[in-house]
């Protein structure tokens, strides 16, 4: 190979060329052909650190959304309780025989407890 042709292979000036050395034109292409593998490799572990990550965030975010909608439907059954409580049993409980029990399925007249 001519030094024209390195040259223009490795896209150095004939100003610059010239002080460079046969050796140090073929180290220069050596580090050039064996730092492919070395990119390579390390964008896979790039991409596979980013879908790891990825994975980490998405797991969190499942969780807590999980978390949130559990607080939404407690919030949501205290509610419910207390507008039980206020005006279904206070208003059964000035009807005859109609008792507020947690045995209500045994007990003629007999109606849940609001935490039932």
């Not at 052909?33 to 990119?39: A, E, I, K, M, R």
């Not at 390390?42 to 596979?48: A, E, N, Q, S």
């Not at 790891?52 to 969780?63: A, G, K, P």
């Not at 939404?72 to 009807?95: D, F, G, N, P």
């Amino acid at each position: 190979m001519s030094d024209r042709d390195l040259e223009k292979q490795l896209g150095l000036s004939t100003h610059h060329a010239s002080r460079m050395t046969e050796d140090d034109v073929a180290k220069l292409a050596a580090f050039t052909y064996h730092s492919h593998p070395v990119l390579t490799i390390l964008f896979c572990v790039g991409v596979v650190g980013a879908l790891l990550s990825m994975s980490h965030l998405s797991f969190e975010l499942v969780e807590s959304q999980a978390l949130q909608n559990a607080k939404v439907y407690a919030q949501l059954m205290k509610k419910a309780r207390t507008l039980y409580s206020s005006e279904i049993v206070s208003r059964a409980k000035m009807v005859d025989g109609i008792s507020v029990t947690h045995n209500y399925l045994n007990q003629e007249g007999g109606i849940p407890l609001p935490a039932t």
